[in-house]
């Protein structure tokens, strides 16, 4: 961040009086813009014993697969969010579920909120950021080209849990890959 979005002034990096961290102050209005983690919001739709997987049309990741999933607008709850992102990527109408993988990723600053999903029908189509959407079985899922180590672990434990015959909440933490 360059320049205050209220009044138009340059900003600095520095700890304001009281805080801990560095944040973005105005050196004219002296507005504290805080930087805070995304969510992401989305949803495994499930059509029997499929789910729908959308292939990236946009970077990061272009053309590997994903469920369908992307940032909560303001004024939205998340199953709204979940709900909205997979009309917008995969022209699907799904009734959002229960709630089911939580997964942090600090390094990026984000945090992954996905639920179970059931689709309404079978008229889907890719949205403007997917390039084919597909009802896959477990067995085609393509386990190498999922974009997001937060859905290959959800995706994983979503198989494992219907084969248990139960499905639960699961809550994780990405680590950054070039750290280790
Ligand atoms: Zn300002």
Known sequence: MKFCSDCGSPVSLRVPPGDTLP???CDN???????NPRMVVGCIPEWEDRILLCRRAIEPRHGLWTVP?????????????????????????????PLY?????????????????????????????????????????????????????????YYEDRRNGEYKFHMGTIENPKKA
């Open 23 to 25: 944040r973005y102050v």
């Open 29 to 35: 209005c002296s507005t504290i813009h805080y930087q």
């Open 69 to 97: 999933a992307g940032y909560m607008e303001n004024g939205e709850t998340t199953f709204q969010g979940a709900l909205r992102e997979t009309l917008e990527e995969a022209n699907a109408r799904v009734e959002v579920g």
């Open 101 to 157: 993988a939580l997964y942090n990723i600090p390094h990026i600053n984000q945090v992954y909120i996905l639920f179970r999903a059931r689709l309404l029908d079978r008229e889907v189509r890719p949205g403007a950021e997917t390039l084919e959407v597909r009802l896959m079985t477990e067995s085609e899922i393509p386990w190498d080209q999922i974009a997001f180590a937060s859905v290959r672990n959800t995706l994983s434990h």
